[in-house]
């Protein structure tokens, strides 16, 4: 069974920034990890996510804002998130496909951005 830990959420104004980690059980090293996140009332969505060798995919709505990254050493990825806007407010999700089918989640961590 793997863990996952999310942390780093909280309340920011609107323009602020906010980085999130996930810690993970196990190592990480030949894992693709995803970041989502569920606003109320919504369905559960991809933010981002790091291939093995360091290529990433963001939403159309994250480019230019949210950076994701990781550090294989400390079994730990991280999102950097800029220029945070209302719409951004959610419960984000570290995810990790092992074990296989049904991967893993975190318990999440609650971003509030604020007008």
């Known amino acids: 069974q793997v863990q996952l830990v999310e942390s780093g959420g909280g309340l920011v104004q609107a323009g602020g920034s906010l980085r999130l980690s996930c810690a993970v059980s196990r190592s990480i090293f030949s894992i693709t990890m995803r970041w989502y996140r569920q606003a109320p009332g919504k369905q559960r969505e991809l933010v981002a996510l790091?291939?093995?060798?360091?290529?990433?995919i963001y939403a159309d709505s994250m480019k230019g804002r949210f950076t994701i990254s990781r550090d294989n050493t400390k079994n730990t990825v991280y999102l950097q998130m800029n220029s945070l806007q209302p719409e951004d407010t959610a419960v984000y999700y570290c995810?990790?496909?092992?074990?296989?089918?049904?991967?893993?989640w975190g318990q999440g961590t609650q971003v509030t951005v604020s007008s």
């Open positions: 790091i291939g093995t060798t360091g290529t990433t």
């Open positions: 995810n990790t496909p092992i074990p296989a089918p049904i991967g893993s």
